[in-house]
């Protein structure tokens, strides 16, 4: 669970972002990498949120998505 903006902020994005096939993530603030996001487990949206790779980066969602 990520309840917080995750790499937000001037100079601290995270370099990449992999989760396991186990689970869920939930996704309650905006996510921003300067490389690849993988999610291998489902992802539950709470909330508005924007996933973004400043370095232009593929964001891979292995399984589904909702909110």
Do not use: M, R
């Not at 309840?3 to 100079?11: A, E, K, R, S, Y």
């Not at 186990?22 to 996704?27: A, S």
Request: glycine fraction near 18%; aromatic fraction near 4%.
């Amino acid at each position: 669970v990520f309840q917080g903006v995750v790499g937000g902020g001037t100079g601290t994005a995270l370099a990449s972002l992999t989760t396991d096939a186990e689970g869920k993530t939930q996704l309650h603030k905006n996510v921003t990498t300067t490389g690849a996001q993988t999610y291998g487990d489902a992802v539950e949206l709470v909330g508005d949120v924007v996933a973004t790779s400043t370095g232009n980066k593929d964001i891979t969602f292995a399984s589904t998505v909702g909110g």
